[in-house]
T-cell receptor, first 115, second 112 residues
Framework: TAGITQAPTSQILAAGRSMTLRCTQDMRHNAMYWYRQDLGLGLRLIHYSNTAGTTGKGEVPDGYSVSRANTDDFPLTLASAVPSQTSVYFCASSPQPGTGENEQYFGPGTRLTVT | QKEVEQNSGPLSVPEGAIASLNCTYS??????FFWYRQYSGKSPELIMSIYSNGDKEDGRFTAQLNKASQYVSLLIRDSQPSDSATYLCAVQRGDSSYKLIFGSGTRLLVRP
């Protein structure tokens, strides 16, 4: 199975432009997550969704928005990119939050450079 | 104080040795703990999960959890050069958010 796919693999974006990072999972997991990973700062949660139709804010949500129209897709949108959003973005999913088995599985990542 | 703390390393061990990676956390309500391996330029890969005190073994990997001490560790037996990577400790918050909080990772180098 494909698991989690992300697109694009990498992107260079001019400051002020908008962009949507795509994430699709085929595991029928209820929960999905967006993280950014920066050197020295580790993985930080941007937004999450515990089930289709609901979303929540993570540690660093400013400048990002998400939607969860269905189980499989969880796009992340940067409305007006700034250089500080240069990072590697990972999408993840987990079967069922709040249960004893809620391991998160990660997609391959999107490397974004904002110039 | 960070919620999840790891020594950044690098931890250097010879091939065939036991590598011991440690992690402490601050949320006493946490019930779920995970270890991820991340190769340079790649995404985190789940290698172990542990939910109760004690040891959990899977092949060459053993996860150890001590909730009283708020401490979780990962032992890698018979370390191989292919184990060289950054190991991330992740702790699920004990509140209703179910969020994972990641440590900044320990870089492991296995010398041939």
């Amino acid at each position: 199975t494909a698991g989690i796919t992300q697109a694009p693999t990498s992107q260079i974006l001019a400051a002020g432009r908008s962009m949507t990072l795509r994430c699709t999972q085929d595991m029928r997991h209820n929960a999905m997550y967006w993280y950014r990973q920066d050197l020295g700062l580790g993985l930080r949660l941007i937004h999450y969704s515990n089930t289709a139709g609901t979303t929540g804010k993570g540690e660093v949500p400013d400048g990002y928005s998400v939607s969860r129209a269905n189980t499989d897709d969880f796009p992340l949108t940067l409305a007006s990119a700034v250089p500080s959003q240069t990072s590697v973005y990972f999408c993840a999913s987990s079967p069922q939050p709040g249960t004893g088995e809620n391991e998160q599985y990660f997609g391959p990542g999107t490397r974004l450079t904002v110039t | 104080q960070k919620e999840v703390e790891q020594n950044s390393g690098p931890l250097s061990v010879p091939e065939g040795a036991i590598a011991s990676l440690n992690c402490t956390y601050s949320d006493r309500g946490s019930q779920s703990f995970f270890w991820y391996r991340q190769y340079s330029g790649k995404s985190p890969e789940l290698i172990m999960s542990i939910y109760s005190n004690g040891d959990k073994e899977d092949g060459r990997f053993t996860a150890q959890l001590n909730k009283a001490s708020q401490y979780v560790s990962l032992l890698i037996r018979d370390s191989q050069p292919s184990d060289s990577a950054t190991y991330l400790c992740a702790v699920q918050r004990g509140d209703s958010s179910y969020k994972l909080i990641f440590g900044s990772g320990t870089r492991l180098l296995v010398r041939p």
